[in-house]
């Protein structure tokens, strides 16, 4: 195993004046780290371990990964909606032979491991020199809507290449996502706040937005981060209006202008910036001049060590921040020969921008033409009175698939039936103007919410 | 309440509207292919008919059967509303 020359997550609390993660249930000065432990005596028995994190709650992940980078040959992190039925698959996978969970944990036979070490939302002291000094690999689960997610092998310099690259610490500032740090999205905020010197708002299983809002303004959160689709719920709460945060920020979803224009209007002051990144390719690139899409410029060419081509409009990326390889996979299943990713994501050139349409496996065939429902979503959501959208396929008998809308208002005050007529018909007139006609919905049904996945994502159904 | 007739026949006038089509005036012998509707302009017809009548006839069908004349296409709604 090779000895890490670069520093553990610990070297950087160690390097931070007192910093505290905050959940709506407990708050922890995670600065104590460097004279403590989360782990009761655990530590020393996950040395050079392959280590599976299955907390239930966020703050108690956070902890234990300071703790364990550096530590453990290999730290699985456990999203909290993995499916119970894959554990089997992934404990094999990634040579898994020690877990670290909550004391009070209930007893699950799929993580009956050689090592248990139980974990704990608070710090005891400790002589927290960890045992072992090893360059630790941090495995991601995918989001894959079928089958075992796969494991995403990363390193800490990989994680946190773009964070060192672009924010100097900032010891004033408190982080609050609206993410979990369990998912690559919510870990480059935890990555964040940690290096920066920064504190951190954490949210909690089934916490409703409003009260997770109350709790980022009771922080004082001055850096807030979420998708798309988790900031469009959150600007439906009139709790919204206690945040303030300096700097908001979008990635995970596709940022359209409705959103960024939405938030510009309640966040006047703030730097309000939307990233690109994925699990694999790692972060490519933040965009923050307040308009949706990227400037052609950023494709071709090395630019912040990361490099992108278009290929068949699908965006490919290489770059330090990518992942090695998957967890017992070849780097090929992975990146191209020369090291660049597929991300899947198809991007259109407009003028001198490129601007995301919609994924590669979402295109809705209608009667031989293509339809990305994100493109749909995008006009529809320049409507005054649209909150969100989510557009689908229904089954036809003469086009195979024609689109249709489900659209959620910003007001309910919109209900009565004649409005809705005129509201609909308002929309469907504005996506005839920016849409060719098989693009446009056959049908707008108004909905009161729309689900959003754990992952933060707008929940699509597959197939 | 609308028969289902009058209903279609606004929803075809609405659909040509909405694309852009100049529709044949609607007599029962109207051959569809005819009637200034492509086939997008009937599948989103066929939807409209569905949210407002509450059938689609065609999906549920078992034979792949689309009518040739708008009275035949009238009468499956019927049929199929009944």
């Known amino acids: ?463 | 309440m609308m028969s289902v007739k009058l209903t279609i026949m606004q929803q075809m006038e609405q659909v040509a509207q909405e694309h852009g089509k100049i529709l044949a005036p609607l007599k029962d012998d109207l051959v569809l292919a005819n009637s200034g509707l492509d086939s997008l302009g009937f599948a989103v017809l066929v939807a409209r008919l569905e949210d407002t009548l509450g059938v689609d006839p065609f999906t549920a069908a078992e034979d792949a059967f689309f009518p040739v004349t708008l009275g035949d296409f009238v009468k499956v709604y019927e049929n199929g509303a009944r």
Request: hydrophobic share 45%; net charge neutral.
């Open chain 1, 1 to 463: 195993m090779a000895r890490a020359e670069a520093p553990s997550l610990l070297d950087y609390v160690a390097s931070a004046p007192a910093r505290f993660f905050w959940q709506h249930d407990a708050s922890v000065r995670f600065t104590d780290l460097v004279h403590g432990t989360s782990l009761g005596g655990g530590l020393k028995d996950l040395a050079g371990r392959s280590v599976l994190l299955a907390t239930a709650s966020q703050l108690t992940a956070a902890l234990a990964l300071i703790e364990l980078d550096g530590c453990a040959r290999r730290i699985t992190i456990l999203p909290p909606d993995a499916e119970p039925g894959h554990l089997g698959a992934l404990i094999e996978t990634a040579e898994i032979d020690a877990v670290v969970v909550e004391r009070d944990a209930e007893p699950r036979a799929a993580l009956e491991l050689p090592v248990r070490v139980a974990c704990a939302p608070s710090i005891v002291p400790a002589n927290a020199a960890s045992p072992t000094r090893l360059r630790t690999e941090w495995v991601l689960l995918t989001s894959g809507t079928t089958g075992v997610p796969k494991m995403v092998v990363h390193s800490l310099a990989g994680l946190t290449a773009a964070i060192r690259s672009q924010s100097p610490a900032d010891g004033a500032a408190v982080w609050g996502t609206f993410y979990d740090i369990r998912r690559y999205g919510g870990l480059q905020i935890f990555l964040r706040a940690v290096l920066g010197g920064a504190s951190l708002v954490l949210a909690s299983a089934g916490e409703p937005v409003a009260e997770h809002l109350a709790r980022l303004a009771h922080r004082g959160v001055t850096h807030l981060s979420g998708t798309p689709s988790h900031w469009r719920r959150a600007l439906m709460s009139p709790t919204i209006r206690a945040v303030a945060p300096r700097y908001v920020r979008l990635s995970g979803e596709i940022a359209d202008q409705a959103i960024l224009d939405s938030l510009r209007a309640m966040f006047p002051e703030a730097s309000i910036g939307h990233a690109y990144a994925s699990t694999e390719a790692g972060v490519a690139f933040d965009v923050n001049d307040g308009l949706a899409g990227f400037p052609a410029a950023f494709v071709g060419g090395v630019r912040d060590g990361v490099d992108m081509k278009i290929v068949d409009d699908s965006l490919n990326i290489r770059s330090p921040r990518t992942a090695s390889r998957y967890v017992g996979g070849r780097r090929s299943a992975l990146a191209d020969d020369a090291g660049f990713v597929d991300t899947g994501d198809m991007v259109e050139l407009r003028g001198d921008r490129y601007y995301f349409v919609g994924r590669k496996g979402g295109i809705i065939n209608i009667g031989g033409l293509k339809v990305h429902p994100e493109e749909v979503e995008a006009v529809i959501n320049r409507h005054p009175q649209v909150r969100m959208s989510l557009v689908r396929p229904r089954q036809s008998p003469i086009t195979g698939a024609i689109v249709v809308a489900d659209v959620v208002l910003k007001s309910e005050e919109e209900s009565a039936p004649a409005r809705q007529r005129e509201l609909k018909d308002d929309i469907l007139k504005l996506c005839r103007e920016m849409l060719p006609r098989h693009k446009v919905p056959a049908a707008i049904s108004f909905v009161p919410t729309l689900a959003v996945a754990a992952t933060g994502k707008l929940a699509r159904r597959q197939g």
